[in-house]
């Protein structure tokens, strides 16, 4: 869950296949200039807030292929209020926008969760659809020959391909229109299936929002907007960077995993994929597999150096009694030692 120091009572969470995602530090954030007051400028602050570090989140979660996701939202009591209500716009790869406002009946709500998760289009004609998120692939071409047209319109894609980003605005009021959004019922893909590796210019983009095709819906309606400030500038801005596991590990944001040493005794899973680790090798330690069997190997290895010297003790007595011994009469014993 992503919160900012600065506005306590507000935080956003992406939700994969339902489960919270992990959230990574940017490991560029010490990289980023200074606050100054260009940049405070684009953010509706409280007087005296422009010094201040800039309510501003950037996160990297784990996507994975395929899979459902939906932005949620939450305001908490605790909020501090500065205007009627709030409302927020998340940007999916920079291309489409969703307006979500705080829902009220003429009063200020304390608690709000809001979830997105699809958008719906269509029209009259031919009715309206809902269209849920989900990851999907991108593929990257490498050494694409691209004309120069070309080349600056996928860069301009992939500055924001791979983002979710939700801004924060404070409102006087919004209010519902009458009017309906028609468009085409089937809303074309976000971002690109095919990207060029030097459109990317380092960054490990593979992956982007495309859509699942739903039942049918109620049709979307206008909402009428009235910001606070005069700008429609946000307040705040929570920015979740996706990639699937190998684009964190290929931009430093997570390491690549450590090999995991399994019994090789134990039987493999019907689907060829090992399930259960025994131990994550750690500074040169063995596995309790491992020293199961050098434990076994060292008694193994102590009972046989015990088993030489008994035989070794065996020969020697034999050897003696390999000698031709007779007792004579007074006694004494006589030993042949000659060569048969």
């Not at 791979?162 to 971002?191: E, S």
């Not at 960054?203 to 495309?210: G, L, P, Q, R």
């Not at 009694?321 to 030692?337: A, T, Y």
């Amino acid at each position: 869950m992503a919160i900012t120091p600065s506005i306590p009572g507000l935080s956003v969470s992406v939700k994969v296949r339902g489960i919270t995602a992990f959230e990574y530090n940017d490991p560029d954030a010490e990289d980023r200039p200074a606050v100054t007051p260009d940049l405070a400028a684009h953010f509706d602050l409280p007087p005296g807030a422009a010094n201040l570090p800039l309510p501003r989140v950037v996160k990297y979660i784990k996507a994975e292929p395929n899979a459902l996701f939906c932005v949620q939202v939450s305001k908490a009591p605790s909020f501090e209020r500065r205007s009627h209500h709030i409302a927020y716009e998340l940007q999916l790869d920079g291309q489409r926008n969703i307006f979500e406002h705080e829902c009220y009946d003429g009063r200020p709500l304390g608690l709000w969760i809001s979830k997105a998760d699809s958008q719906r289009s269509g029209n009259q004609t031919n009715g309206y659809k809902r269209h849920k998120f989900v990851f999907s692939a991108v593929s990257v071409i490498e050494g694409a020959s691209l004309s120069q047209e070309a080349l600056k319109e996928q860069t301009k894609l992939s500055e924001c391909c791979g983002t979710l980003k939700v801004l924060f605005y404070r409102m006087d009021w919004c209010l519902v229109g009458q009017n309906v959004i028609a468009g085409p019922v089937n809303p074309p893909d976000l971002g690109p299936a095919e990207l060029s590796e030097k459109a990317l210019k380092g960054k490990a983009i593979d992956c982007t929002t495309s859509f699942v095709t739903e039942g049918s819906c109620n049709a979307p309606k206008t909402i009428l907007r009235g910001y606070s400030d005069p700008s429609r500038r946000p307040f705040a801005v929570f920015e979740f960077r996706y990639r699937f596991q190998e684009g964190l590990i290929r931009e430093g944001v997570i390491p690549r995993p450590i090999p995991i040493y399994v019994d090789e005794e134990d039987p493999m899973p019907a689907d060829g994929t090992w399930q259960r680790p025994i131990h994550i090798k750690e500074e040169n330690r063995p596995v309790p597999a491992v020293r199961a069997k050098q434990e076994l190997a060292d008694a193994q290895g102590r009972r046989g150096l015990k088993r030489e010297a008994a035989e070794e003790a065996e020969a020697k007595s034999r050897a003696r009694s390999d000698f031709k011994e007779r007792r004579l009469e007074n006694g004494r014993v006589q030993v042949d030692l000659t060569d048969d």
